[in-house]
């Protein structure tokens, strides 16, 4: 079966840093699209960066200079570096993983919040 369990989520005071933690297992990790996801209440989940299974990536405007995605193939597992955090950081961060041909498979992690507050 596939999974996607994420780790690291937690309160830290605005300006500190995180470091989430996705491991995947159950699929051809290399073969797939990884990425992170938020969603903050009351508001829909929107992408906030991505990588594919070459290191090549992405960051959503809002973050862009702040967080810092990338992954180890070997361990299976994607990461972000969050820096500089804002209070409009606070979400339920998603791990996610895309096939983007062939089979065009997507699964979803369970979520880890993040809360940044004084």
């Known amino acids: 079966q596939v999974q996607l369990v994420e780790s690291g989520g937690g309160l830290v005071q605005p300006g500190g840093s995180l470091r989430l933690s996705c491991a995947a297992s159950g699929l051809i990790f290399v073969n797939y699209r990884m990425g992170w996801y938020r969603q903050a209440p009351g508001k829909q989940r929107e992408l906030v960066a991505y990588?594919?299974?070459?290191?090549?990536?992405n960051n959503a405007n809002s973050v862009k200079g702040r967080f810092t995605i990338s992954r180890e193939n070997a361990k299976n597992s994607v990461y972000l570096q969050m820096n500089n955090l804002k209070p409009a950081d606070t979400a339920v961060y998603y791990c996610n993983a895309e096939k983007l041909w062939d089979t065009g498979d997507a699964w979803w992690g369970q979520g880890t919040q993040v809360t940044v507050s004084s």
């Open positions: 990588i594919s299974g070459a290191g090549y990536k």
